[in-house]
């Protein structure tokens, strides 16, 4: 079965400071695929990465970098120098490549709080 | 136009009574999902749906129905809505062929109240 964890909960900082979501995943496929979501207060779900379970390069975009280490099963995701904009519910997600076991298995989200 | 649309968006209805949320694509995707969303508890997958003749219950498929009308359609119903259906509801596709395989397109979700 896959399990995804995030454990923080909720977090708040002061604008302009970096923050980093954790995310810690169970699989027993080899092959699989992790991603991330945004949910800000409006409600919708805005995709923001996808990650191959071979693929173990950071990555950066703008202001976001995702740290994915196999060895310890984590995704992590950094915001730096955040910005009232970035306030949101995010969502660490991970599915299987095989088919037929390609649902996503959600965790429960970590609300993080910007203030100005 | 969005590729993912839901209706309604949002909804107030009483215990007992029937409900259809409908999710239509314009992506082309073979695959559709229903999730329901519940305040921390991330998103749960209801019913799944791999092409038109094809339906899986997912984690929480009690008290839920499908309909994979045609492949750009896929409803949910409530045959007789409880109190604790009470949630923000959310449809998906996927394409099982393209480079994005995988990927899961979420629409706007449905705002359901069950009083």
């Known amino acids: 079965a896959q399990k995804v964890t995030q454990a923080q909960t909720e977090i708040s900082v002061v604008e302009k400071e970096d923050v980093t979501l954790d995310c810690v995943y169970e699989?027993?496929?080899?092959?699989?695929?992790l991603f991330w979501y945004k949910q800000p207060p409006s409600g919708e779900l805005v995709f923001l990465i996808r990650?191959?379970?071979?693929?173990?390069q950071n990555e950066i975009s703008g202001r976001y970098s995702w740290n994915f280490q196999k060895s310890t099963s984590s995704f992590n995701f950094t915001i730096t120098a955040s910005q009232v904009v970035d306030s949101a519910v995010y969502f660490c997600a991970l599915s299987g490549s095989n088919f037929g076991n390609e649902k996503l298995t959600f965790g429960t989200g970590t609300r993080l709080t910007i203030i100005p | 136009d969005a590729d993912v649309t839901q209706t309604p968006r949002n909804r107030i209805t009483k215990t007992g009574k029937r409900i259809m949320l409908e999710c239509s694509q314009t992506?082309?995707?073979?695959?559709m999902y229903w999730y329901r969303q519940d305040p921390g508890l991330g998103l749960q997958l209801i019913y799944y749906s791999f092409d038109v003749k094809d339906i899986n219950k997912g984690e929480i498929s009690d008290g839920y129905s499908v309909s994979r009308q045609a492949q750009a359609k896929f409803s949910l119903s409530l045959e007789s809505a409880i109190p604790n259906q009470t949630a923000l509801y959310f449809c998906?596709?996927?394409?099982?062929?393209?480079?994005?395989?995988?990927?899961?397109?979420f629409g706007p979700g449905t705002r359901l109240t069950v009083l």
């Open positions: 990650r191959n379970s071979f693929d173990e």
């Open positions: 998906a596709t996927s394409d099982s062929t393209g480079t994005l395989y995988n990927e899961q397109f």
């Open positions: 699989t027993r496929d080899t092959t699989y695929y």
């Open positions: 992506k082309g995707h073979d695959r």
